[in-house]
């Protein structure tokens, strides 16, 4: 396995959707009604770039203020606007380049309107390109790397009460390669889905699917069930060999 070999340390300054890229590697989930669940929740796929890949996002705020989408959307726009800016053809650069700058950004916006929004936040950063990846994520996402054998966390748990640090809150980039030739695949989640789905069960149903868009159809059927209180957000990069 040769993903997740480092990490860098930054320093201080219902939809479902599946892109064709090799064999429908990359697909996104997204499930909340925010009348009931009182959260924001946004899953964005910018396009492809020839040096840089593409930047996935999955961002959600819970116990969600009135300006919490805007902020959303600001994140969003200003995270995809700074990475294919970079002057660079490193997706390693760029992203630690464009987390500086959003880290900024979001010390900026806390000054505005108070932290209560930040320590709410549930938010992954993704360059992606081709089986290169590189993340940084805030607050409670999970992200595992899946295979035949095994499902494992590569990025840990948010602890309870753990703060959100205003000046630094992408602290580190996650770094690696998918071994397409073991079938490896990466899935971000917030961790709302591990109280309805199983590890075990994840990884069943990513393993035998064809595809990342089918894998994620599957984990949408059974998070139908769940309470409209609850919200969910999946990425999922599925690399198969022919």
Do not use: C
């Not at 606007?81 to 950004?105: D, G, M, P, R, V």
């Amino acid at each position: 396995m040769s993903l997740f070999i480092y990490v860098i340390i930054i320093i201080a300054y219902p939809q479902l959707f599946v892109k064709d890229f090799f064999m429908s590697a990359l697909a996104k989930l997204a499930q909340n009604y925010p009348e009931s669940s009182k959260t924001q929740l946004t899953v964005h796929f910018s396009k492809t770039k020839e040096d840089l890949g593409q930047i996935l996002i999955m961002a959600e705020i819970e116990k969600a203020p009135a300006e919490a989408l805007t902020i959303i959307k600001k994140l969003i726009a200003e995270t995809q606007a700074i990475y294919f800016s970079e002057n660079t053809k490193s997706l390693e650069k760029a992203l630690e380049n464009t987390l500086q700058k959003i880290n900024i950004i979001i010390s900026e916006i806390v000054k505005k309107e108070t932290d209560m929004w930040l320590q709410n936040l549930n938010m992954a950063i993704v360059a992606y390109k081709e089986n290169e990846v590189y993340f940084s994520k805030v607050g409670k996402i999970r992200v595992f790397l899946v295979n035949e054998k095994s499902i494992t966390d590569v990025a840990g748990e948010h602890k309870t009460g753990e703060k959100v640090n205003i000046i630094k809150a992408f602290a580190n980039i996650f770094s690696g390669q998918i071994n397409i030739d073991k079938n490896e695949s990466l899935t971000f989640l917030t961790e709302s889905v591990l109280d309805y789905i199983s590890q075990d069960k994840i990884k069943k149903i990513i393993i035998n699917s064809p595809t990342a868009f089918e894998a994620l159809k599957e984990l949408e059927n059974l998070l139908k069930k769940a309470p409209k209180s609850k919200s969910f957000a999946s990425i999922l990069i599925l690399e198969k060999s022919a």
